[in-house]
């Protein structure tokens, strides 16, 4: 089976603007999490949609959003960026216990 | 909620000699403790992980005890070598699918050939 992808792999924005981020999760997973990961902060879990819906909601303001397709895949959504926001975003389909993490957008906030 | 704690956060050692790091976890209902291996700029990778039913399991150099009246889990890498310098996260999670693993903040292995 294809792995989980992301896209796309890397994005420069700056402050102000909204991004779009998409996941598409390895077939038959129907969970699909989203975490920020930044130097020393570890992975932070933004939010996981299951079936559509959002299932886990990780401490994030509202600038943050997400939303799941019918097939599974997911965008997320960052609007008014700061610089702050500049990150690794990850996506993680899962089966079971386990999840499976794509390779990452990289974004980068000017 | 749950809270796992990571240690060491940076782990140097010399190629050959064995690594461990260690995990405690907060929520004695967690029953699932996965392993990711993270290397420069690439995706994280599971790596091993054991269930609350198994005291040990093994990985060829690499292997994952847990104490579970303790709540604590670690992982041993033996005979390391440059290609295990990366970062390594433990989680915790609850069973059921409806539960995300909580993370640990991550331990930066390197190992000095």
């Known amino acids: 089976k294809a792995g989980v992808t992301q896209t796309p792999r890397y994005l420069i924005k700056t402050r102000g603007q909204q991004v779009t981020l998409s996941c598409s999760p390895i077939s038959g997973h129907r969970s699909v999490s989203w975490y920020q990961q930044t130097p020393g902060q570890g992975l932070q879990f933004l939010f996981e949609?299951?079936?559509?819906?959002?299932?886990n909601k990780g401490n994030f303001p509202g600038r943050f959003s997400g939303r799941q397709f019918s097939n599974s895949r997911s965008e997320m959504n960052v609007s008014t960026l700061e610089l702050g926001d500049s990150a690794l975003y990850l996506c993680?389909?899962?089966?079971?216990?386990?999840?499976?993490f794509g390779p990452g957008t990289r974004l980068t906030v000017l | 909620g749950e809270n796992v704690e990571q240690h060491p956060s940076t782990l140097s050692v010399q190629e050959g000699d064995s690594a461990v790091i260690k995990c405690t976890y907060s929520d004695s209902a967690s029953n699932y403790f996965p392993w990711y291996k993270q290397e420069l700029g690439k995706r994280p990778q599971l790596i091993i992980d054991i269930r609350s039913n198994v005291g040990e399991k093994k990985d060829q150099r690499i292997a994952v005890t847990l104490n579970k009246t303790a709540k604590h889990f670690s992982l041993h890498i033996t005979e390391t070598q440059p290609e295990d310098s990366a970062v390594y996260f433990c989680?915790?999670?609850?069973?059921?699918?409806?539960?995300?693993?909580?993370f640990g903040r991550g331990t930066s292995l390197i190992v000095h050939p």
């Open positions: 949609y299951f079936s559509e819906t959002q299932r």
């Open positions: 993680a389909s899962k089966t079971g216990d386990t999840q499976y």
């Open positions: 989680a915790a999670s609850k069973p059921g699918g409806s539960y995300i693993p909580t």
